[in-house]
DNA sequence: GGAATTTGATAACGCGCGTTACTTGGAACG
DNA sequence: CGTTCCAAGTAACGCGCGTTATCAAATTCC
């Protein structure tokens, strides 16, 4: 037999599905009539009596709308595209949750396709673009772009075409309006916390002084100790890669430098993995935690702080919150509304465990 | 101004977009010598020059063909459901990845809802269904169904319209092709491990002993053990809530249950939280690991396994390739083919880390 | 009681594209 | 030279639905 002869028998099975027409024709009514009641339009004249003949035929015929052809006709598709590295790496997967949360509500889908502007020249280059063009072609009304740290990015031309909305990251040469976290404030936070448990002497295990997140939190325990009639004391502050080894190691350093008396009585360590580390580090020493030193964390990463034992207090970074401004923020301007602000600052929330 | 008198600008300004159409104009060659080239079909006859100018006039008019408009005529939309709680607890997000990943080296979109299979009584009973419906009305050939955990699942009646896969959890009630973690395997291979180092006295610290997991994982350890002519100890095994103090409160039974010279050497944790407990206890003891106690703990959840200290030596949860497998399944009933098995295992790799 | 208005509904067009059937000019053939 | 055949391309229909114009009957108004 020639393939020809012998068509797919699943895809030739697949039966057509209900349309509007024969709702219509079940309903004794025109096609006409029947979109008038699905998509109730406040000024079409439909009596009560064809109007629930209509809506017994789709309970009838289990009638679905093709939300295809609806996008085409009516020229509107529902669709936000979101690309992101997220998908590559996890890291901050409730900007996901957020943002689709948020969608749901809204009744809108989310296309999520996948980023690679962590190694824009690596094997993946162009992936991006690729991706923008694909969800584009999806005719999206707006895109969301998320990254999984706070730092600058370089977004394609092509998301110009349409509204775009940057989540965790901000435009580093235009004006895309974008939601970052408010890092001086979760900074300032922490600090005050410590301070308002007595603790004068604070160590600070750094991160890459020059990103962002460094940037602004060290700014804002700078002000928090202010407040307090107190400086920074720069020998305080220890850098260190941004791992639970680098928190160790930036830790024994800190806790060895100095005779008891003289030695910090808390440490704020920038994120939660290094936080970690300086929990074995402290541990070695003999000393407890929050009794001989008090920690304090920055991040949140649930399965890290929650699980420390004692479950480490921290600060964290509001990953669903912004994913759902992002959305709640394209909605705006898709709408043609104005927008509040072009950088839409997002609180960190001090989270209360044991460590302090 | 009355609101009817001044529609929305910037809806208002949005072009149209260039159409086929347009591209034909053009080109000066009809609409259908575009879509024939567009969609390079082998027995169509264009000569090689216009089919160039068609192309020149893409790339000059900047062309985007409308993804929507050609599923409605095509009858095909190249999108693929995927229902998933892990956009509602993102535990397992790797499937997410390795899904979207396939989907995408197979030019198919994954379209993202989120469910709620967890509490099902809850407040959001019905969101699943809901989901699922909305996914049908944009027409996906086929449904991906994911759990966070392994599990057996009730999937809605409405997802039989079309070709439904299940990942990380298989089918309490029907036929639906299933693909999940080999459980029976990873535990045996764990135990090999341990075996291999020396370790004939191995502690099992247990997770609630009725879930699919415990079940496999168990099994496997004992097979493991049968191979090297051990028999599983029943007071060697402890359950625990899936925690770290779940994980400490069990090491510290079955550490302190024995004199030193009968103490097990090893501890095989059912997951990696449950080993981070575990750590808390042996170090409070003051063993070291791997040298007085090795562990060894199962999941492989990279912020806890990778940044313990020392680092965590553990069986994988193949979630990406779970995810992969899922659409490449899925592919494979879309077009009408055969699919290998009605559950597919996928192989829990270890990953030798330096706890052992 | 005829004109104007309202009520209830429909015919018909277009959204952007895939696809089938058909047309045309020229080359090959007998 | 008439017929056949093929390369090259096009007209036209339909996918499922939103929307605008239009229409007939029922009601109101003067």
New interface residues.
Partial sequence: MAKSTTP????AVRQRGVTMNDVAKHAGVSRTAVSFVLSNRENASISEETRTRINDAVQALGY??????R??ASQR?DWYGLVTEI??A?FA??I??GA??QA?LDRR??????SDQADAVGPNKGLEDAAI??L????VEGLLYAATFHRGVHVPQSANEVPTVLINCFDADGKLPSIVPDERAGGRVAVERLLQAGHTRIGIINLDPVIPAAVGRLEGAREALAVAGLELDPELVVSGYA???GG?EAACRILDRYPQQDRPTALFCLND?MA??AY?AI?ERGLTIPGDIAVIGFDN?E??AA???PKLTTVALPFQKMGALGVQTLAALT??QPIIADQQLVDCPLLERSSV
Same sequence: chains 1, 2.
């Fill in positions: 797919n028998k699943a895809a679905r709308p093709n939300a295809g052809a996008a085409l598709s998908v590559t996890p997967v409730d996901i949750k689709q949360d749901w889908f989310l296309l999520i396709a996948p063009e694909k584009l072609e999806q005719r791992t639970a080894d160790y993995r970690m580390g074995d541990k990463q399965l890290i699980y420390l034992r709408a043609g």
